[in-house]
């Protein structure tokens, strides 16, 4: 072999190594998780659910938001925000929580904020799977139109916002503890700015739809949970204060979101692996 | 770099922020840059380290002069501050044995994972997989959670999956202190046959028999700076002077009116301590006491013996009244003057008094160690032999 092949032959064993350890030590996470417990998987269908139950019951009967289908609509954007924040919430302490094999074994450490997404990731598609064979189950045709499409470039956007947010609070942890505290706030106050348990059609109303409704767009997340309520979710009701429920009836305004959305992620993951790459040099000293 | 280097490190240097409260938060680490409360802290100074391919150094030094420090930055676990580390090769280090397990898992599923740590693919972990668990001995145990697992049954699996990796270089940080005697003898079996296998080992023991004998080379680091690097046996007796472990208080205690002052190796006799020596140089061994004039009369005989590598005398000069020991009391300078012998390692000297029924009512060892080279063979003698051998067809 010429010295270039057995280079290249060395990168492509170590991007395979890699890549199993990642998936190794998802598979890790989530039979620790799993272990023993008699109905497994089923409890991650827990959290959503009771969750359900609660917002249907405040949002539906209490404040009358009068969005038909209430839990297939809250479902639609819950599922995804909560996959990326459960993801960015257990990155958080990826790092700090990995000190003792940080300081004493040498391995690829870009797989430590990685290890939550996977994790996330694969609850995220097992809740969707439910949710979808549920809607279908029930006779909830809606989702069954060219709009699903959507959910492809969402996601996409998704991930790589989460990926890149990942990497910044991994690493910053490590040197600032309080970043698990801001990230905690930062994730709840999320949740309820994101149009998850109301319609974006409030938003768009307070703001007048102008620059400030762009401005508000800019949190990526924002276009992933509209977009993906417009592909799962997929009627456009008219609300009691006379605007749809959804962001838009077609499609281009989401894919001008997701567009934008994916750029600032993009620039962050960017930023996130660079400031991941400076940082870790000192995780094993600092840890 | 040079082709027979395995691993160098080149002008170390490490230095540790010490906060003196652990300031972590953002809020304290602002206050802290204003008020610098943060005293740098250099645990490695200017290490310069070159260790030949197929060769086994022995690293040690007292509590906190950095041996684990050395490893990690040599691993690549820890950044230099200063300086640069070169390896050839994959590197192995076993720093803590089971680092990374989850107590959670099984054995089995702790070596995949614990193997993919280290580098090693599904495939490779699957073909070694039979012969990892053969040399933990753990049998059946390997489908068992690691939890349930003994701390003998744990180090053993740390250890098998470790030197499986296949590495070209091992560091090795005082593993083998904590295992049963069983496990010692394993490791040492299996760093034995890396030896053989021409690969390059690195350790860090306490053990400084062990570092005498398995060891080509032994680095002496003190305060995180190199003060020897060599002979292993020459390297020992350096730490054993900086400890004080030559010098045992048991043996000082003698009777109230004998105090051995001074004990100073040197090539002539009143002149300064010299610690280097070939065989044939002249040597004078100078040993200074103070005898009062109750005890005067009971000093029967001094000996001095001079001692190698783990106590064993080597040889013994005596003087007794008849040959020249003073009969006053006072100050006494006792040379023995001699020609040093061809033999080769590290020593140290006892000195001993006693009465004229042997019992001993006096006694010392010196600081010093002093060092002779001879001959090329590299055991305490350098005896002449011939060689016939044959090779027998089988
Ligand atoms: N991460 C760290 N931060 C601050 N000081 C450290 C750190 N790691 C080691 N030290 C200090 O460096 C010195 C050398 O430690 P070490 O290399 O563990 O010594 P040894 O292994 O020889 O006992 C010690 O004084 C130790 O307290
Ligand atoms: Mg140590």
Known sequence: MALTEIAEDRARTQTRVRWELLRNLIRKDLKVKYQGSALGFLWSLANPLLLLVVYTFVFQLVLRSGIPAFGFYLLSGLLVWNAFAGAVGAATGAVVGNAGLVKKVRFPLVVLPLTPVGFTAVHFLLQLLVLVVVM??????????????????????????TVALCFLVSALNVRYRDTQHIVEIALMAGFWINPIVYSVALVREHLHGGWLYDLYYLNPMAGVVTAMQSALYGQNPTLPGGQGALADPGYLFY???????????????????RVYARLSADFAEEL | MDRSIAIRADGVSKRFAVHTRKATSLKERLVARRHADERPFYALTDVTLAIEAGHTVGLIGANGSGKSTLLKVLAGILRPTTGTVDARGRIASLLELGAGFNGELSGRENVYLN?????????????????????????????NPVKHYSSGMYVRLGF??????????????????????????????????FQTEGRTILFVSHALDLVETICDRGVVLDHGSVIYDGDPAYATGTLRGLLGTDRNPADDAGTPGLTIGGITVAGEAGEPARDEFVGGDPMAVRIVLDVREDVVGSCHELAAV?????????????????????????????????????????????????????????????????????????????VPFQVKAEGVEW
Do not use: N
């Open chain 1, 255 to 273: 894919l001008e979101r997701l567009g934008i959305g994916g750029l600032i992620s993009g620039a962050l993951l960017l930023l996130g692996m």
């Open chain 1, 136 to 161: 279908l189950a029930t006779g909830y045709t809606h989702l069954l139109s060219p709009h699903l499409l959507l959910a492809v470039p969402a996601l996409g956007v998704a991930m790589l916002f």
């Open chain 2, 160 to 193: 098998a999956v470790a030197v499986h990796v296949d590495p070209d270089i091992l560091l090795v940080d005082e593993v083998l202190a904590v295992g049963d005697e069983a496990f010692a003898r394993k490791c040492l079996g299996q760093i034995s046959q």
């Open chain 2, 306 to 382: 001079v001692m190698g590598a783990g106590g064993l005398p080597v040889w013994v000069m005596r003087v007794t009244p008849d040959g020249g020991l003073p009969r006053l009391p006072g100050r006494w300078t006792v040379d023995f003057v001699t020609e040093c012998p061809p033999v080769h390692g590290g020593f140290r000297i006892a000195v001993r008094v006693a009465d004229a029924a042997g019992t001993t009512i006096g006694a010392a060892q010196g600081g010093q160690t002093f060092w002779v080279r001879t001959g090329k063979q590299g055991g305490l003698v350098d």
């Open chain 2, 115 to 143: 193997a993919s740590l280290l580098g090693l693919t599904r495939r490779e972990t699957d073909r070694l997989f039979d012969s990892i668990v053969d040399f933990a001995e753990l049998g059946e145990s390997i489908d």
